[in-house]
């Protein structure tokens, strides 16, 4: 795909991943949306990046619509989506209480499947588009603490599967990207960038992964990618 004017949804961007993959496609020509549920810092990092910015919540079915709504009155459509939002917190089991696991998979699960079905309903109009679902290492292989959060990763992964099968014959290719431990400001409280540590990815490799799936000439497309850091310890 040429990235070129292409308009392009990526929701949690307004730091860390989602924030690299907004300044990658910028720089390739791309018509980028960024989200968060900060509208200041959406704003300033809109702002920063020259691209469009808006306080958004994956987390509300009513937001998504407005959301889409947003789209379909400035852009007319929508070419890629990049469900990129969201949250975790890691407990063990004689911990995990019924809350945790409505806001996480609110976020990581509903969010997504519904910002997804919005995306495909137009994507299928238009008989084109890319949809990529940011998940984790976590949603294949359980860890220690990670009931809920790796839950809702199977589920994501589940769900993308699901739809690589139903759009494919509507020319809608469907993206897994699965990162190991990226430090951002995922699961810190105060939503500051943890520490680039030696060893660990930064969002910036994630960033050309992506630009590289969105590449691929249209008559291929990537399922699933897993990007693991190659020293972490």
Request: glycine share 8%; charged share 20%; with cysteine.
């Amino acid at each position: 795909m040429n990235l070129e004017n292409k308009r392009i949804l990526i929701t949690g961007a307004s730091s860390g991943l989602g924030k690299a993959m907004a300044k990658a496609l910028i720089s390739k020509g791309a018509n980028v949306l960024i989200t968060g549920r900060d509208a200041d810092k959406v704003k300033d990092v809109a702002h920063e990046l020259g691209c469009w910015g808006l306080a958004s919540s994956i987390a509300s079915e009513d937001a998504i619509l407005a959301l889409f709504a947003a789209i379909d009155s400035t852009w007319g459509g929508i070419d890629i989506l990049i469900n990129n939002a969201g949250i975790g917190y890691f407990h063990p089991v004689e911990e995990v209480q019924w809350a945790h696991l409505e806001e996480i998979f609110h976020t990581n699960v509903f969010g997504a499947a519904l910002a997804g079905r919005e995306a495909a309903i137009r994507m299928k109009a238009q008989s084109s588009g890319h949809i990529i679902n940011v998940a984790s290492t976590a949603g294949s292989r359980g860890f220690k603490n990670g009931t809920v959060y790796a839950a809702s990763k199977f589920a994501l992964k589940g769900m993308t599967q699901c739809w690589m099968h139903e759009l494919r014959p509507h020319n809608i290719r469907v993206t897994l990207l699965s990162p190991s431990a990226v430090p951002t400001a995922f699961n810190v409280e105060s939503r500051e960038e943890k520490d680039l540590k030696d060893g660990l990815l930064t969002p910036n490799e994630l960033a050309h992964a992506v630009v590289s799936v969105l590449e691929m000439d249209n008559r291929g497309f990537i399922p699933e990618l897993e990007v693991w850091a190659t020293n972490p310890f």
